[in-house]
């Protein structure tokens, strides 16, 4: 009879890889992650078929710490400002609480390993925040563009803004309104 799978080890591994990525990117090798693991390669194996299934898990983990940040007092019923605003500030909030998680992620969706299933999986706790894109393109207050673009357009301005909040410590109020305002001036209509 196998013996059960450790919850500890598996998390080990989720943590290590995220270290690994977020040092090295996606090229970080499975020997790299199972020694920050503190276990041996092969047991990495044990838990994940493969390096392509680690990464997908570890994407799906690093989308679901983030949606459990922001989404649950999403405000549903505000005008689309201050949705946009608080989407904002909680990525921002939830970059400056998790930076290899943070960067990790950003490697991940670059890297165009994580898998079309992976994605509409992770996509599912922000389908409100889609459907708020979609009606402010409709009411024409944000610019008719693609959905993907202007997220990506809003997560590459959090990271700057995160950036320098980390950098200039005693002016983050300063760097979380400014960012926020280049945002909205950037995808408004």
Known sequence: MARP?????HQALLMSAMQAIAEQGVLATTSIIAKKAGVAEGTLFTYFENKDKLFQELYLYLKKTLSDSMMPNYPHHEKHQV?????F???VRWGLRNPEGRRALTQLMVSGLISEDSIAVASEPFLDVYHMFEDAVIQKILMEAPI??????????????????????KETDYYMSLGFEIVWKAIRY
Not at 5 to 9: A, G, R
Request: proline share 3%; aromatic share 8%.
């Open 83 to 87: 949705q946009l605003q608080y989407l």
């Open 148 to 169: 993907s673009f202007m997220t990506s357009i809003i997560e590459d301005i959090a990271n700057t803004t995160i950036n320098s909040m980390t950098n200039n410590e």
């Open 89 to 91: 500030q909680g990525y």
């Open 5 to 9: 799978l450790s919850p500890e080890k």
